[in-house]
């Protein structure tokens, strides 16, 4: 590769202040929230319109560059990234195209922070359903891309959920919108129309399929009232029975459990809706949690001073140090199963500070653990890495679903999936969308 | 100095929390992110990786890697935002002075070093007016000691501040002469120029004999009080006061009404590392009649004006770029004067007004307080 050639075409697309392979930028670029080994780019760009996304994935199409996007660089996995190539970071992309009352629709650049896109809604009465925990730094294109799980996990289910439409550069270049969109003569408001659903091929897809440079979400009334209670227990299949009827009936806007101790756990509850919907769930959750006495109520002070600074106070985790991560689906009925397997996976390798955690969906469990270690700390990190190889293999050995997918867990999706319909088919739609596989190249094991 | 700061650095949990906010009165918790073109290396998550490369020498440090590592105002905002408790402010400092060290550092800075070493102020000789070399020191009880960018840029706040201490009736002396503190050069990492500059100015105003050193310029105050003994091995022994909490005992019950809407613009040296948001409220408070109303960004959420770090004499546009942005926030309150007690802060916001359009004033504290006692 002729690298100033290169430079310089990229600079002609997007201009040159918003491309570089200066080192020193390039070393900022080989790391994200997540804790895996860094990976170095050879260039970065910022193009600041779906047009000049085109532009970049044409010419790394034609000279069979890799090319990574990139959001806010804040998912916890992290692991999102390519050797060697161009960094196709989204943040330039931060316009609310439309607020659509009519149809109840908020579409976005993809590069957009959650905080700033929910701050505007809420200015004018809105919200959207689902919001991760890094919403300060991260952002809808990479979140549905992962695809997107957070905070209203029961009532909403999954970012991907959200979605009415997508725009998407596929890896030649070319611009596609789903849904109703697929129109010319429509906008986005209509997700299941037209033929199959186009929008779904990216969710989750991690990049390997195109960038994600617009979304269409669903947006609804601010509730009138946000109203959350805490309870402490310290039987695990007691609590999970809970999630599971409170799910079933959907009664809560979601459910956070952030402490899972051998001998205690702790969740969050977390009700919207008017007065009269907030007080009635309430009684139904409070009666549901009645029928296990070992679950206590704790009232609602912690969690609504959490609720208060919510979006800063998800960082404080890591006062401890930054995490190893795995998460993954459950449903209820292994839930307990995989805490006790991952937690004597971490207890064999003498990983010194974890935790364990579950966002509750409909009809499961995402299901955490996290491995606290100082980013300093090599001995830590490499028990952490030989522990969270097992724990990705194991997760799968359960049934697992992994939630955020990046390099990591190729190895294991390529063992555990290789020889199926499944995995043949998302080969298949890889290879037609990028012959010559360029986008985001190993994410996904794609 | 990084060394010392390396648990700390390795600490960053690279969650990104500093790169914009809009939540909570923080429109960005970087100032100048938004004016430049905004690479990871222009933010404290990309700048905390390239201080750890520079303390490890993992890379070479390039013109272009300096310019990044400047463009940061040293506000302290992203330091105060962290949810790990990363001390950002002080690390960024830490990686200036190493650079410093190996000699790199922007020329415009550098330049300033040697304006004040030779000069005793920022900005070069006086030209037409009279120097230090004329100044003949007597004792008095309080030495105001305006500052160089006082005494050259803001020469009202020091008018107003001599004004004031004579309508009080106190024993007091202006420092007119070319004095520098040495903090500007200490922001920027030359430590030993700053070392330099602060054995002169101490000597010079030990000269004066005072009983307290009054300034209205809190990084003077900041360094006189705290960097001197604590950092730079300048013992002084003498009391330092920066106005906002010396005057309310002797103005009090003697200022009569002014009718005006007032916001505080809490400067970076005296709010976010000095913790000072009290102070100059409560006496704006104590004016009978002035409507004192906040911005949605203040205290410790404030956005700085822009000047600091150094980026005023280096990065002139995005200086002028973030003070802009901070009168729109001040518009918003509808207040007709935006207070400061900050010379840097005063000049940089002020002359923004003018090429923003903007129908409102820019006034220092001192100079408030001055025009309600008559």
Request: charged share 20%.
């Given at each position: 590769?002729?690298?100033?050639?290169?430079?310089?075409?990229?600079?002609?697309?997007?201009?040159?202040?918003?491309?570089?392979?200066?080192?020193?930028?390039?070393?900022?670029?080989?790391?994200?929230?997540?804790?895996?080994?860094?990976?170095?780019?050879?260039?970065?760009?910022?193009?600041?319109?779906?047009?000049e996304?085109?532009?970049v994935?044409k010419?790394?199409?034609?000279?069979?560059?890799?090319?990574?996007?990139?959001?806010?660089?804040?998912?916890?996995?992290?692991?999102?990234?390519?050797?060697?190539?161009?960094?196709?970071?989204?943040?330039?992309?931060?316009?609310?195209?439309?607020?659509?009352?009519?149809?109840?629709?908020?579409?976005?650049?993809?590069?957009?922070?959650?905080?700033?896109?929910?701050?505007?809604?809420?200015?004018?009465?809105?919200?959207?359903?689902?919001?991760?925990?890094?919403?300060?730094?991260?952002?809808?294109?990479?979140?549905?891309?992962?695809?997107?799980?957070?905070?209203?996990?029961?009532?909403?289910?999954?970012?991907?959920d959200?979605?009415?439409?997508?725009?998407?550069?596929?890896?030649?270049?070319?611009?596609?919108?789903?849904?109703?969109?697929?129109?010319?003569?429509?906008?986005?408001?209509?997700?299941?129309?037209?033929?199959?659903?186009?929008?779904?091929?990216?969710?989750g897809?991690?990049?390997?399929?195109?960038v994600?440079?617009?979304a269409?979400?669903?947006?609804?009334?601010?509730?009138?009232?946000?109203?959350?209670?805490?309870?402490?227990?310290?039987?695990?299949?007691?609590?999970?029975?809970?999630?599971?009827?409170?799910?079933l009936h959907?009664?809560?806007?979601?459910?956070?459990?952030?402490?899972?101790?051998?001998?205690?756990?702790?969740?969050?509850?977390?009700?919207?809706?008017?007065?009269?919907?907030?007080?009635?769930?309430?009684?139904?959750?409070?009666?549901?949690?009645?029928?296990?006495?070992?679950?206590?109520?704790?009232?609602?002070?912690g969690?609504?001073?959490?609720?208060?600074?919510?979006?800063?106070?998800?960082?404080?985790?890591?006062?401890?140090?930054?995490?190893?991560?795995?998460?993954?689906?459950?449903?209820?009925?292994?839930?307990?199963?995989?805490?006790?397997?991952?937690?004597?996976?971490?207890?064999?390798?003498?990983?010194?500070?974890y935790?364990?955690?579950?966002?509750?969906?409909?009809?499961?469990?995402?299901?955490?653990?996290?491995?606290?270690?100082?980013?300093?700390?090599?001995?830590?990190?490499?028990?952490?890495?030989?522990?969270?190889?097992?724990?990705?293999?194991?997760?799968?050995?359960?049934?697992?679903?992994?939630?955020?997918?990046?390099?990591?867990?190729?190895?294991?999706?390529?063992?555990?999936?290789?020889?199926?319909?499944?995995?043949?088919?998302?080969?298949?739609?890889?290879?037609?969308?990028?012959?010559?596989?360029?986008?985001?190249?190993?994410?996904?094991?794609? | 100095?990084?060394?010392?700061?390396?648990?700390?650095?390795?600490?960053?949990?690279?969650?990104?929390?500093?790169?914009?906010?809009?939540?909570?009165?923080?429109?960005?918790?970087?100032?100048?992110?938004?004016?430049?073109?905004?690479?990871?290396?222009?933010?404290?998550?990309?700048?905390?990786?390239?201080?750890r490369?520079?303390?490890?020498?993992?890379?070479?440090?390039?013109?272009?890697?300096?310019?990044?590592?400047?463009?940061?105002?040293?506000?302290?905002?992203?330091?105060?935002?962290?949810?790990?408790?990363?001390?950002?402010?002080?690390?960024?400092?830490?990686?200036?002075?190493?650079?410093?060290?190996?000699?790199?550092?922007?020329?415009?800075?550098?330049?300033?070093?040697?304006?004040?070493?030779?000069?005793?102020?920022?900005?070069?000789?006086?030209?037409g007016?009279?120097?230090?070399?004329?100044?003949?020191?007597?004792?008095?009880?309080?030495?105001?000691?305006?500052?160089?960018?006082?005494?050259?840029?803001?020469?009202?706040?020091?008018?107003?501040?001599?004004?004031?201490?004579?309508?009080?009736?106190?024993?007091?002396?202006?420092?007119?002469?070319?004095?520098c503190?040495?903090?500007?050069?200490?922001?920027?990492?030359?430590?030993?120029?700053?070392?330099?500059?602060?054995?002169?100015?101490?000597?010079?105003?030990?000269?004066?004999?005072?009983?307290?050193?009054?300034?209205?310029?809190?990084?003077?105050?900041?360094?006189?009080?705290?960097?001197?003994?604590?950092?730079?091995?300048?013992e002084?022994?003498?009391?330092?006061?920066?106005?906002?909490?010396?005057?309310?005992?002797?103005?009090?019950?003697?200022?009569?009404?002014?009718e005006?809407?007032?916001?505080?613009?809490?400067?970076?040296?005296?709010?976010?590392?000095?913790?000072m948001?009290?102070?100059?409220?409560?006496?704006?408070?104590?004016?009978?009649?002035?409507q004192?109303?906040?911005?949605?960004?203040?205290?410790?959420?404030?956005?700085?004006?822009?000047?600091?770090?150094?980026?005023?004499?280096?990065?002139?546009?995005?200086?002028?770029?973030?003070?802009?942005?901070?009168?729109?926030?001040?518009?918003?309150?509808?207040?007709?004067?935006?207070?400061?007690?900050?010379?840097?802060?005063?000049?940089?916001?002020?002359?923004?007004?003018?090429?923003?359009?903007?129908?409102?004033?820019?006034?220092?504290?001192?100079?408030i307080?001055?025009?309600?006692?008559?």
């Amino acid at each position: 590769m002729d690298k100033k050639r290169v430079l310089n075409q990229l600079a002609d697309i997007v201009g040159p202040e918003y491309v570089t392979d200066e080192e020193f930028i390039l070393l900022t670029y080989t790391q994200d929230f997540g804790t895996q080994p860094p990976v170095w780019p050879a260039f970065v760009v910022r193009p600041g319109t779906t047009e000049e996304v085109s532009q970049v994935l044409k010419l790394a199409n034609e000279l069979k560059i890799p090319v990574s996007p990139r959001g806010g660089g804040s998912a916890q996995e992290g692991g999102c990234q390519s050797d060697g190539g161009i960094v196709l970071e989204t943040l330039r992309m931060d316009r609310i195209l439309d607020i659509d009352e009519d149809t109840g629709t908020v579409t976005v650049e993809s590069g957009i922070t959650f905080v700033k896109l929910m701050s505007a809604l809420e200015q004018r009465g809105w919200k959207i359903g689902i919001a991760p925990s890094g919403a300060m730094a991260g952002t809808p294109g990479a979140h549905i891309a992962r695809p997107g799980v957070g905070w209203g996990n029961i009532k909403y289910a999954t970012q991907g959920d959200q979605v009415v439409g997508l725009k998407v550069v596929l890896p030649t270049g070319d611009v596609a919108s789903t849904g109703s969109a697929g129109n010319p003569n429509s906008d986005s408001f209509f997700r299941y129309c037209l033929g199959p659903d186009l929008a779904g091929l990216f969710i989750g897809s991690e990049g390997a399929y195109g960038v994600i440079t617009e979304a269409t979400l669903r947006m609804y009334p601010w509730p009138e009232k946000i109203y959350l209670e805490r309870y402490i227990g310290s039987d695990l299949n007691d609590a999970v029975n809970i999630f599971r009827e409170i799910a079933l009936h959907n009664l809560v806007c979601y459910i956070s459990v952030p402490v899972i101790k051998p001998d205690m756990i702790l969740f969050d509850v977390n009700v919207e809706g008017d007065e009269a919907e907030v007080e009635h769930h309430l009684q139904r959750i409070r009666a549901i949690v009645g029928k296990y006495p070992g679950i206590r109520f704790m009232g609602p002070e912690g969690p609504n001073k959490f609720w208060e600074r919510r979006w800063f106070n998800t960082g404080e985790e890591f006062k401890d140090g930054i995490a190893g991560a795995v998460n993954y689906f459950l449903p209820f009925a292994k839930l307990q199963e995989a805490t006790y397997a991952m937690r004597e996976i971490m207890d064999r390798h003498g990983i010194r500070k974890y935790a364990q955690q579950m966002f509750p969906e409909p009809q499961g469990s995402e299901h955490v653990s996290l491995m606290f270690h100082h980013p300093g700390d090599k001995e830590e990190y490499a028990k952490i890495q030989k522990a969270l190889a097992e724990m990705m293999d194991k997760a799968l050995v359960l049934g697992g679903s992994p939630y955020s997918k990046g390099r990591q867990w190729a190895p294991y999706l390529e063992k555990h999936l290789g020889n199926t319909g499944y995995w043949r088919t998302l080969k298949a739609i890889k290879k037609a969308l990028d012959p010559n596989h360029i986008m985001n190249p190993g994410v996904v094991g794609l | 100095m990084l060394e010392r700061l390396k648990h700390e650095i390795y600490e960053c949990s690279r969650c990104g929390f500093c790169r914009v906010w809009e939540w909570e009165g923080v429109e960005n918790v970087c100032p100048t992110y938004p004016y430049t073109p905004g690479w990871e290396s222009q933010y404290a998550r990309g700048r905390v990786r390239l201080a750890r490369a520079t303390m490890e020498n993992e890379i070479e440090v390039t013109d272009a890697m300096l310019q990044h590592a400047f463009q940061c105002t040293l506000c302290a905002n992203c330091q105060a935002h962290c949810p790990v408790g990363v001390p950002l402010s002080e690390i960024f400092h830490a990686w200036r002075v190493d650079l410093a060290a190996e000699g790199r550092v922007l020329p415009i800075h550098k330049q300033v070093a040697e304006s004040v070493l030779t000069h005793h102020n920022l900005y070069g000789p006086r030209g037409g007016r009279k120097g230090s070399e004329t100044a003949t020191p007597r004792k008095a009880s309080v030495l105001y000691f305006p500052g160089c960018t006082t005494i050259r840029k803001a020469r009202k706040v020091a008018k107003a501040t001599g004004e004031l201490l004579g309508k009080l009736g106190l024993d007091f002396v202006v420092m007119e002469e070319d004095a520098c503190c040495g903090y500007p050069l200490y922001e920027t990492g030359l430590v030993g120029e700053a070392k330099q500059a602060a054995a002169w100015a101490i000597k010079r105003i030990q000269e004066y004999n005072p009983d307290v050193i009054l300034t209205t310029c809190p990084s003077c105050y900041r360094v006189f009080k705290y960097i001197y003994p604590q950092e730079l091995g300048v013992e002084h022994g003498l009391q330092v006061a920066h106005v906002s909490e010396f005057l309310p005992p002797l103005v009090a019950g003697k200022m009569s009404g002014l009718e005006a809407k007032v916001t505080w613009h809490d400067p970076c040296v005296l709010g976010r590392h000095l913790k000072m948001y009290d102070p100059p409220r409560d006496l704006l408070q104590m004016v009978p009649g002035l409507q004192l109303v906040e911005m949605h960004s203040n205290r410790e959420n404030a956005l700085c004006c822009g000047a600091g770090g150094g980026v005023f004499s280096a990065f002139d546009e995005i200086a002028g770029q973030v003070s802009e942005q901070r009168l729109r926030q001040m518009v918003e309150t509808g207040a007709q004067w935006l207070a400061t007690s900050c010379p840097a802060c005063y000049v940089n916001l002020q002359r923004m007004i003018g090429r923003a359009g903007l129908n409102v004033q820019v006034k220092d504290l001192v100079e408030i307080v001055n025009e309600a006692i008559r």
